[in-house]
């Protein structure tokens, strides 16, 4: 590639519910590679998955990028020169670009069922999809053509020799070539399957880096054969790993685990969220942990990327969350927490500024506040085992004297001062 070619990245989510923190990642280090090369951060939907097509995730998506400051340079909603941004108004030209590599012999139709090749697998299990299909006369490929018999196009894959591609993080991969499927590039339907469509997105739209999750590193050779095919410039790859739960589990949204949406109900401030989630499966070089977005892109290098799967720690991030509330003024501060504060005071009489000023230094997660405010409209029925402290020396006898001596003192005070 180029090293003087424009850098430009591509976030393509599928708008298939909320914003899963995998994703999230995603999108922020394909922002920070862009922006710290001074190039275009580019917003693409991919919805043509109707299936899987959740209402109103799109709006979840655009919502989710604004809100953390990840603005596109180019999208759906505010165009560019390479559009349309959705993949399903990009249609029309997918067939073409198949049929230009069956006319060049890189590609073939298959006229085979799918139980036919479902019994190809039972009977092969161990070998790659080879269909006899691709041994077919032109002659018989036009005759079956124009009996209007249902076809897919498959990609025709060498059966010798090696493919080696390239990635940032795990460096050259190499994989024999007898190891891959033929796999289909326009479907029965004539739609594109994910990874045809993909390819020629990424090429059409200009785009030099591709971020993705790991588990397409076995797609990457069909993927780089595709360009090759097409005479194309390869993209940079960056091929990152997954967000675990713990050591054995992934972060899933399928298992309930938590989207950005669900860390901001439980409390987290979404500078936090995006501070945490940028030091999943990356290091800075520096021992410095709390950074704001214009200072990661700063920071950011691709070289810090793991290849060890990062684990989602809580503690980590309720720790980074207390940072940012320490940093806010208390302006700020009162705007974040009043809706907190009102979910469990409802008494119109309270001083909610005055309020928020005290609770700020014993926050960390903003659901903090729940039990440290709700005696404030109904005293709870306290247990008196609590005055008693044996080191303290102090029972209920002697704890009662206390307090009654010392309630009218506290009462007599026309002024209270909050100490931080």
């Not at 809706?339 to 001083?351: G, L, N, Q």
């Amino acid at each position: 590639m180029s090293e003087t070619k424009r850098v430009r990245t591509r976030f393509a989510p599928s708008p298939t519910g909320y914003m899963h923190i995998g994703n999230l990642r995603t999108a922020l280090f394909t922002y920070l590679i862009a922006k710290k090369n001074g190039g275009d951060f580019i917003l693409r939907i991919e919805d043509t998955d109707q299936e899987r097509y959740v209402e109103g995730a799109v709006d979840v998506i655009y919502n989710t990028l604004r809100m953390t400051g990840l603005n596109w340079d180019e999208g759906p909603d505010i165009g560019g020169p390479v559009g349309p941004y959705v993949q399903s108004e990009r249609m029309g030209m997918f067939k073409d670009y198949a049929l230009k590599l069956v006319e060049s012999g890189k590609a073939y139709y298959c006229f085979c069922g799918k139980e036919s090749l479902e019994d190809k697998r039972h009977e092969l299990t161990d070998t790659p999809e080879r269909c006899a299909c691709r041994d077919m006369s032109p002659e018989e490929v036009k005759a079956r053509l124009d009996a209007g018999e249902p076809y897919v196009i498959r990609q025709r894959m060498p059966v010798e020799g090696e493919t080696m591609f390239h990635d940032e993080i795990y460096g050259d991969i190499t994989v024999e070539n007898a190891s891959l499927d033929d796999q289909i590039l326009i479907k029965t339907d004539g739609m594109p399957t994910y990874n045809f469509a993909n390819v020629i997105d990424d090429h059409t739209m200009g785009i030099t880096h591709v971020v993705r999750g790991n588990e397409y590193l076995s797609s990457t050779p069909k993927y780089n054969l595709l360009y090759e095919a097409f005479g194309w410039e390869v993209p940079k790859y960056i091929h990152c790993s997954p967000v675990m739960k713990d050591s054995a589990n992934k972060l899933s949204k399928r298992n309930g685990d938590a989207s950005f949406e669900d860390l901001l109900k439980k409390g987290y401030l979404k500078e936090a969220v995006l501070n945490f989630i940028a030091l999943l499966g990356w290091a800075p070089k520096g021992e410095q942990e709390i950074y704001s977005l214009e200072e990661l892109v700063e920071e950011f290098d691709i070289s810090g990327i793991s290849k060890a799967p990062a684990i989602f720690d809580p503690v980590k991030l309720r720790a980074i969350n207390g940072e940012y509330v320490r940093k806010m003024s208390p302006e700020a501060f009162l705007e974040v927490i009043t809706p907190f504060i009102r979910e469990v005071v409802k008494r119109e009489d309270i001083d909610i500024a005055l309020l928020a000023q005290v609770l700020q230094p014993r926050t960390e997660q903003l659901t903090d506040v729940y039990e440290q405010i709700d005696f404030i409209d109904k005293l709870p029925d306290y247990d008196t085992a609590m005055y008693c402290h044996k080191k303290m020396k102090t029972n209920e006898e002697t704890s009662l004297e206390a307090l009654t001596a010392v309630l009218p003192i506290l009462e007599s005070l026309s002024e209270w001062t909050i100490r931080r």
